[in-house]
């Protein structure tokens, strides 16, 4: 069954950075996928964030992070993350990693971590 884990999550004031990571299982074909990262705060729809193609040739971000975040991945480890600088209370949220097709869309993405929660706060 595949897997996707987030990990990283965490508790950080405003200013500072973090970085999520997210591993598939070993038998899931990762370069075959592009990834993405969306997010969820409470009471909010699910928001995407950032994707990259499947061997990281384009990446796409939406207007509120770009320049402050960096969607990353390393296929020989089947790890995708993403890099977040100068974090702002307003990216609080569940951040979820998804597999799928270069799109921006939730539909678009078929496999789902379970997320990690990043929390920014003084």
């Known amino acids: 069954q595949v897997q996707l884990v987030e990990s990283g999550g965490g508790l950080v004031q405003p200013g500072r950075s973090l970085t999520l990571s997210c591993t598939a299982s070993a038998e899931f074909a990762f370069s075959n996928y592009a990834m993405a990262w969306f997010r969820q705060a409470p009471e909010k729809e699910r928001e995407f964030v950032a994707t990259?193609?499947?061997?990281?040739?384009?990446?796409y971000y939406i207007e509120s992070v770009r320049g402050r975040f960096i969607i990353s991945r390393d296929n020989a480890k089947n790890t995708l993350y993403l890099q977040m600088n100068n974090l702002e209370p307003n990216d609080t949220a569940k951040y979820y990693c998804?597999?799928?097709?270069?799109?921006?869309?939730?539909?678009?993405?078929?496999?789902w971590g379970q997320g990690t929660q990043v929390t920014v706060s003084s």
């Open positions: 990259i193609y499947r061997y990281g040739g384009s990446k």
């Open positions: 998804a597999a799928g097709t270069f799109q921006t869309e939730a539909s678009a993405y078929r496999f």
